[in-house]
């Protein structure tokens, strides 16, 4: 297939990239298996490789910036960029209803597509092959820019810096269709809600709601 050349790696189990590019909204519509068994296991193959490569590169950092490092990398926007960038969701298979809202452009979809492909990868060939396509495609960068963008990873520092505690997140609401979910979170510290957004995922609505109460943290001094 055309995507084995786009990845670089050639399946001895076709079947596994077959179910790797099967999103559940096709599945539903046709006898194939979906990705999403896989997309669980790419998480956290990706998670321990990419731990393990920051583990290496910057012997110097601390577990608190190294955490903050590697949930920038491994995240819905980091993976999303690359499907993109390498135009891997021209071979996501998605059911009617989902192209036609826009399946192919959403960023969850495309974020779950790359995670399936890395755990398809580990099945069919194991932890090497899937760290040798990891580091062509998500390693390969100067890791020490990165922008800090995790509130999440921030506001804990400070609330245990400045009150002792730790934040705690409460999912207030779900709104919309599965393909199209909307979560609604509020975030508290010591019982007093600090801030509450919304977000495609839950992972999100938690970061952005982070960046409210860093805000109020802030102004309170």
Do not use: C, W
């Not at 990891?134 to 520092?157: G, H, P, T």
């Not at 977000?199 to 102004?219: F, M, P, Q, V, Y």
């Amino acid at each position: 297939m055309k995507i084995e050349r786009k990845i670089n790696y050639k399946f001895k189990n076709q079947s596994l990239l077959s179910e790797a590019l099967t999103h559940s909204s096709y599945a539903n519509e046709s006898s194939k298996k979906d990705n999403e068994r896989l997309e669980f296991l790419g998480d956290a193959i990706i998670s321990f490789i990419v731990t393990k490569h920051l583990f290496s590169i910057f012997p110097e950092y601390d577990e608190g910036r190294l955490s903050k490092l590697k949930n920038q990398i491994v995240s819905t926007k980091s993976f999303y960029k690359i499907v993109k960038k390498n135009k891997l969701e021209t071979y996501l298979l998605l059911g009617k209803g989902e192209i036609k809202s826009g399946g192919k452009k959403r960023e969850s979809n495309l974020a779950g597509l790359f995670e399936a492909i890395v755990g398809a990868i580990f099945k069919d060939s194991g932890i090497r092959s899937a760290e040798a396509f990891l580091k062509k495609f998500l390693l390969d960068q100067d890791f020490s820019n990165f922008i800090d963008e995790d509130y999440k990873s921030i506001l804990q520092v400070e609330s245990q810096k400045k009150l002792g505690v730790l934040p705690k997140y409460v999912v207030e609401k779900q709104e919309g269709p599965p393909h199209k979910r909307e979560f609604h979170v509020s975030v508290f510290i010591n019982k007093n809600k600090q801030g509450k957004a919304k977000g495609k995922s839950k992972k999100d609505a938690e970061n952005k709601a982070a960046k409210t109460a860093l805000k109020k943290l802030k102004k309170a001094g």
